[in-house]
């Protein structure tokens, strides 16, 4: 039989083994029957020996054509065999009256819903929600804030310093004074936001945590309005049981000043030996205050026309105390079982 004779009987039969052939299994048995290293295929090429050495090349060609097409036959025949084959194994084992296993769903992080509220209680008296930049130069920190370089109260910031004149704001209070700057009276901002300071962590204490600062300026504004609005955010918050109070203090950049407390959420306010409140029976959830003079000139507003005031809370202290956790850090451990539990 010549070349071609034999290429053609070869493909005949080929085609009718690959017919015959069901599954996987016994495509494999035809690709080694043909193409493996004792199968018909090599048979044929040990014929090109006995071609004159002219035609060889030419028959060599024709031989690896076929090959070609024999092997891409096999492999459709083989794709299309597996798939018939995880199909029928698919339909043998789903079982579609199962109940199906409910998508994992995700939740809002504790501190972002805390930080949602705090925006939404604002919001609905009148106050716009605004955001500014994590990196601040000095004048907007501390300067414009009535902290000049040699105030001792810059200490009280424990900063991180990108350059000797910028860093990542320690507090959300440069943008009471962008805001200013923007616009005339009367201004009512809420500003949700991620602040950074070197203290050391631990129950109260993270470097990165987020505040919410207020700001309210227009003629006639007094610390009553301030009271009012904190207390009516800490019950929505928190529940007319959790006790709030004013305590005297001091900000360079509000004239008079108070910190506001609100119950030990891991004593309750029984004190002692507890980690959280260092036996006071209070934690401090944030600073506030009428708006310094000093403050509103550096932005141009008449401080004899208008009055106002601010305030900055931690976010996570609320949250804290909200959620009734024992230490600020859990918030940011990543523990799906404790996010979960506060979903
Ligand atoms: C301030 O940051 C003032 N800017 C607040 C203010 C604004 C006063 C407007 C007057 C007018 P203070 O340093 O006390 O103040 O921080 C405010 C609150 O931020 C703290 O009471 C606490 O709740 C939170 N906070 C401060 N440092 C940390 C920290 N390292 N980790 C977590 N929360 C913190």
Redesign the pocket.
């Known amino acids: 039989m010549n070349l071609i004779d034999a290429l053609e009987d070869l493909r005949a039969r080929f085609e009718d083994a690959l017919k015959n052939s069901a599954g996987a299994d016994s495509l494999d048995a035809v690709r080694v029957a043909f193409l493996g290293r004792s199968g018909d295929v090599t048979a044929v090429r040990r014929s090109i020996g006995k071609l004159p050495p002219a035609e060889r090349p030419a028959a060599g060609q024709r031989i690896n054509e076929a090959v070609e097409k024999m092997e891409r036959a096999l492999n459709e025949a083989q794709a299309k065999a597996e798939a018939i084959e995880v199909g029928a194994s698919l339909s043998q084992r789903i079982d579609v009256t199962f109940p199906s296993i409910p998508p994992q769903q995700g939740s809002i992080h504790p501190m972002k819903r805390v930080m949602h509220d705090v925006c939404a209680y604002f919001e609905r008296h009148g106050f716009a929600v605004v955001v500014g930049p994590e990196i601040e130069p000095d004048y907007y920190n501390f300067d414009a804030l009535n902290i000049p370089p040699e105030h001792p109260a810059r200490e ?2 424990d900063s991180f310093f990108l350059t000797p004149n910028l860093l990542l704001r ?4 440069p943008m ?1 004074i962008r805001t200013m700057q923007q616009h005339r009276p009367p201004v009512a901002v809420v500003v949700p936001g991620t ?1 950074y ?1 070197r ?1 050391a962590v631990d129950a ?4 990165q ?1 987020n ?1 919410c ?2 700001l309210l300026v227009d003629e006639g504004v007094h610390m009553g309005h301030l009271k009012g609005m904190l207390t009516g955010m800490c019950r929505e918050l928190f529940g007319s049981e959790q006790q709030v109070r004013f305590r005297p203090s001091y ?1 360079p ?2 004239e008079p ?1 108070a ?1 506001v407390d609100t119950t030990c959420p891991l004593c309750r306010g029984a004190g002692g030996e507890c980690r959280m409140c260092g036996g006071s029976g209070w934690i ?6 009428m708006v310094h003079p000093n403050v509103l000139r550096n932005v141009d507003y008449d401080p004899d026309v208008y009055s106002g005031w ?5 976010v ?2 609320m949250a804290l105390v909200r959620y009734d956790v024992d230490d ?1 850090r859990r918030f940011f451990e990543n523990d799906d079982a404790f996010l979960e539990q506060l979903a």
């Open positions: 009280g910031f320690p507090h959300t209070s009471q602040c300071r203290d109260r204490h993270l470097y945590f505040q600062e207020g900000f950049f509000t000043s910190e401090e959830l944030g600073g506030a205050g601010a305030f900055g809370f931690g996570e202290r600020i």
